[in-house]
């Protein structure tokens, strides 16, 4: 679950980039690098460090890496206010889903 979940934030930075190659809207540009910014310690650092502790058996860290996510994915959509419509949506929401799945999961191997 944490390698799909993984997966999924690797994408969505992926499309993020893209994104801001091809938008010519300012205002756009920065809420997606903002978003970005979000991203990129979520993909480098935090799920691969909560893969590895889920693989140590050291759950409760693995737990707050993963929520990490969501709040980020979260963070990212707040970011899009007023008339401007966020690109991201669908995926913020996916990703905070999937990690809500994840650690669910992780809170069962807690109580193990």
Known sequence: MADILSANAADTL???RAQINQTSDPQMERALAYCAELYIPVVKYNLPQAIDALSKGQF???SDGISDAAKEADACEKNFSGS???LLSDRNKRLH???DVAVAIVKILLKG
Do not use: P, V
Request: overall charge positive; hydrophobic content about 50%; cysteine-free.
């Open 14 to 16: 992926s499309y993020i």
């Open 60 to 62: 409760a860290f693995a």
């Open 84 to 86: 401007m419509k966020s």
């Open 97 to 99: 889903s999937l990690s």
